[in-house]
């Protein structure tokens, strides 16, 4: 099991239109958007925006993998070892990905990201096409 990079960091806005605008201002890249989180990077560094409506998860930090088949190895490691995880959830844009805590009660994600998952690939944010 080879993790990738420490991939993105996400925290809570009350507004998300707004604070995905900010970040924009700040030099980030909006890459998705939608009306409770938005996702967005500075190089290969991520940073979701989650709404007080999003019940997917908290605050947390995602760390990320290259290999698909490394997430289940990754997911029944840790539950062998008593971590608390939730399920691996396959995503929409083709990324997967599950939840767990640490032993201090801190969030984490482990995500598949295919290498070339925003290379060439038009995903404007739903929010503002409208």
């Known amino acids: 099991m080879k993790m990738k990079r420490l ?5 809570c806005v009350e507004d998300v239109a707004k604070a995905a ?25 991520g940073l979701a925006l ?9 605050p947390h930090f995602g760390f990320v993998f290259s290999d698909r088949a490394e997430i289940d190895t990754a997911y029944e490691k840790l539950k062998a ?3 608390k995880v939730g399920k691996i959830h ?8 599950f939840y767990g805590r640490d032993p201090f009660g801190n969030w984490f994600e ?4 295919p290498d070339d998952l925003f290379e060439g690939k038009d995903l404007q944010p739903l929010a503002a096409q409208a």
Not at 90 to 97: E, F, I, Q
């Open 7 to 11: 991939g993105h960091v996400a925290v």
């Open 21 to 45: 605008e900010f970040y924009k201002n700040l030099g980030m890249k909006l890459v998705w958007q939608d009306t409770d989180w938005a996702y967005l990077k500075a190089g290969n560094d």
């Open 50 to 58: 989650m709404s007080p409506e999003y019940d997917q998860a908290g």
């Open 81 to 83: 070892e008593g971590v």
């Open 90 to 97: 396959d995503h929409r844009d083709g990324t997967a990905s």
């Open 110 to 113: 482990y995500l598949y990201e």
